[in-house]
C-alpha cells in the first residue's frame, strides 16, 4: 500500500512541477522533454512498475467524490466516452477498440517515439492532447497504460525501455490534467506480441502503447 501511495504522489509531483509550454496550433500546454526526461528518471529509479491497484484507484477516486457507474449508465457513459474517442482520434494513426465495456486505444510506436527511445515525438503532442480533452471530460474510468516492444534485444531491456514509454504517454496525460489517482503503468516488454517478430512489419506492430479504459464501478 505504501508503495502505491508513493508512485501516485510521485507522478501528480512530475506533473505538477515539469516544464511546459504552449503549442501554438492547439493552445494546449506540453511538457518539455527536458522535463519528462528527468520526470521518468525519477519514476524509473524508484523501481515502480504498477502505479496503483484497481481496488485502490476506485477507493481514491470515490473518496474525492467521483461518483462510480452502475447499472445500465456503464455502458451509455462507455458508449458516449467511445464516440467521443472516435471522433478526436480519426486520421491520427491511433485506433479505438471497444471490447465489452472496456476501450482500449493502440498507439503504435512510429507515431510515438523513434527508435529506442521513450521520448514523446513532437508530432504526436497533438494527439495526447486530444486524448486527455477526452479523458478530463469522462473521467469516471480508470486509465491503463501498457507498454509492449518487438523480440529485438534483451528481455529485460525490453522491459524496462517499453515501461518507460508507458510511464512517458502516462505522465504526459496526467500532466494535461487527467488525475494521477486514475491510472496505472504497466511494462509488458516482448511479451503478448500482436504479429510476428520474424518479419519487419510484424515487429512494428508489436512496439506499441495501448491504453485500456475501464468504468469505475463500486464494485
Known amino acids: ?130 486524448v486527455a480533452l477526452v479523458l478530463n471530460k469522462y473521467n469516471r474510468t480508470l486509465v491503463d497504460v501498457f507498454g509492449f516492444t518487438d523480440s529485438t534485444g534483451s528481455p529485460s531491456y525490453n522491459m524496462d525501455l517499453s515501461q518507460r514509454r508507458a510511464s512517458s504517454v502516462a505522465s504526459y496525460l496526467i500532466s494535461q490534467g487527467a488525475a494521477s489517482q486514475r491510472f496505472a503503468v504497466i511494462g509488458r516488454g516482448e511479451s503478448q506480441p500482436i504479429a510476428s517478430n520474424a518479419t519487419p512489419e510484424g515487429r512494428a506492430q508489436n512496439r506499441r502503447v495501448e491504453i485500456r479504459l475501464s468504468p469505475l464501478t463500486g464494485a
Open 1 to 130: 500500500m505504501l508503495k502505491k501511495s508513493i508512485a501516485v504522489a510521485l507522478v501528480a509531483g512530475f506533473a505538477a512541477g515539469c516544464v511546459t509550454s504552449t503549442d501554438p496550433y492547439t493552445g494546449q500546454q506540453k511538457i518539455s522533454n527536458t522535463a519528462g526526461g528527468a520526470g521518468l528518471g525519477a519514476l524509473a529509479g524508484a523501481g515502480i512498475g504498477l502505479l496503483a491497484g484497481g481496488d485502490d484507484r476506485r477507493n481514491a477516486l470515490i473518496g474525492a467524490g467521483i461518483g462510480a457507474l452502475a447499472g445500465g449508465a456503464i455502458g451509455s457513459y462507455m458508449d458516449q466516452q467511445e464516440s467521443q474517442l472516435r471522433g478526436q482520434l480519426q486520421g491520427t494513426g491511433v485506433s479505438v477498440t471497444r471490447q465489452g465495456d472496456y476501450i482500449i486505444l493502440n498507439m503504435p510506436s512510429n507515431i510515438t517515439f523513434a527508435t529506442d527511445s521513450s521520448t514523446i515525438q513532437p508530432a504526436f503532442y497533438s494527439t495526447l492532447n486530444s
